[in-house]
């Protein structure tokens, strides 16, 4: 299996087991369509190994951990069982242990489905595969979602408790509900280390810098900020959750690109466009002045402007988050040069995504850095497996005049 592609399930009673060439934790989580736990009961592990359908079975070291999934016996509610893994030695991160996880017929032992999440490198904890309930038929997805803070951020993410400590600069011990019995090794136990304020402990995402005067900025190296405390200014390669209030904006955004002629040179002409990719990185279509509206009018755009003169946003694409088709998971929106004007022309460029509906300026990128290159890759929208988009500023220039010629460079991007 491919990240993000899909098997229906041959049989009722699944194994999925996960291995590496280390010791791994493996646990299984029962969601709801919120994709929340119901309770800390739902969070299937190796100290709480039963559950409504599911079970936690140990390898006893010489055997992946694994999670069995009985859907004739998942309850009423649950509508998706998310399997994760995690090295069992504290800190350690899937860089060069890459995991494998086989979905198997519980009754015969028979391979369904393999899944290895490919790039992985800093991740202390995944989401591997889900098996989830579609239209009455239960099926299994690779996923490959990493984790900085192990199996607590992946319990957290998804509503289990997990406590906070009393100085946040200190690694501290599960709390009980989360470890395993006095009796086990230590090289059984794992420390869970967390951080306040809370964040989405995703990997590859930024934390807010204290305090700042002006509007939140996330600074680099740590979790996630979302949208609760006003607009956003991101640089290079960090990402914003666009959550508020604890739900996933699904309304109509706007993603506004500008840009000016650089040191009073002569007008540029340059083009902006959002090109919209499935779950395995296929190109499913483009938007940009020659098409101005895709997958059946979720996506528009507001026309070509020829000069980059005069203030604002020289060009405009409407997104109906809502009412984007399921298969559509990743946005790339990119600007290129189709008369070949490189980027050094070009001053002040930038984007900004806009609530719609009010007009509110919700995230902000200032290209500050600028190359020789013809096209430049903006910013991505991510679809997470929970439900929520994430934004995350991008800058990178590649050789592309088209935006036929940016699908490649930004399939590669996701």
């Known amino acids: 299996m491919t990240p993000g592609s899909n098997i229906p399930l041959s049989a009722a009673r699944v194994t999925v087991d996960v291995a590496a060439p280390v010791r791994l934790d493996v646990s299984g989580l029962l969601l709801t369509a919120d994709g929340k736990v119901r309770s800390d009961d739902d969070f299937i592990f190796y100290n709480q190994p039963t559950g409504p359908g599911v079970t936690y079975r140990s390898g006893g070291g010489t055997a992946p951990d694994a999670i069995v999934v009985d859907t004739s016996a998942v309850p009423p509610g649950i509508e998706k069982i998310v399997v994760t893994a995690s090295p069992d030695a504290v800190g350690q991160t899937f860089q060069g242990i890459e995991p494998t996880a ?65 100085a946040p600069a200190q690694p501290v011990a599960p709390p009980p509900n989360m470890q395993r019995p006095a009796a086990a090794p230590p090289n059984m136990q ?126 405009v694409i409407v997104v109906d988050l809502g009412r984007l088709p399921q298969e559509v998971t990743g946005l790339v929106f990119t600007v290129n040069s189709f008369s070949g004007q490189k980027f050094t022309e070009v001053a002040k460029a ?17 290209l500050t850095g600028a190359e020789a290159q013809t096209g430049v890759l903006m910013a991505k929208l991510i679809k997470q497996f929970s439900g929520e988009w994430e934004m995350t500023a991008m800058g990178d220039f590649v050789k592309a005049r088209t935006v036929r010629n940016m699908v490649k460079p930004g399939a590669q991007s996701l």
């Open 102 to 166: 086989t979905i198997r017929n519980g009754d015969d032992n028979s391979v369904l489905a393999t899944f290895t999440p490919p790039q992985l490198g800093t991740e202390t904890a995944l989401v591997i595969v889900e098996v989830y309930l579609r239209n009455g038929v239960w099926k299994a997805r690779a996923v490959g979602q990493g984790y900085a803070n192990g199996l607590a951020g992946i319990a957290t993410d998804f509503g289990v408790s997990v406590e906070e400590p009393a």
């Open 350 to 366: 930038y984007c900004r995504l806009l609530d719609a509906a009010s007009g509110e300026e919700l995230v902000r990128f200032d």
């Open 190 to 315: 794992r420390s869970v280390a967390a951080s306040a304020p809370p964040v989405d402990p995703r990997v590859t995402t930024p934390p807010p810098p204290a305090a700042p005067p002006a509007p939140p900025a996330a600074a680099p190296g740590a979790g996630k900020i979302n949208l609760d405390k006003g607009r956003v200014s991101l640089q290079k390669n960090q990402t914003v959750s666009l959550v508020k209030g604890g739900r996933p904006l699904l309304s109509q955004v706007k993603m506004g690109l500008g840009w000016e002629p650089a040191f009073r040179g002569k007008d540029i002409d340059l083009d902006a466009s959002v090109i919209a990719y499935g779950p395995q990185r296929n190109h499913i279509d483009s938007c940009y002045f020659g098409k101005l509206s895709i997958v059946g009018g979720a996506i528009k755009h507001s026309g070509d402007n020829l000069t980059g003169e005069g203030g604002g946003d020289d060009e």
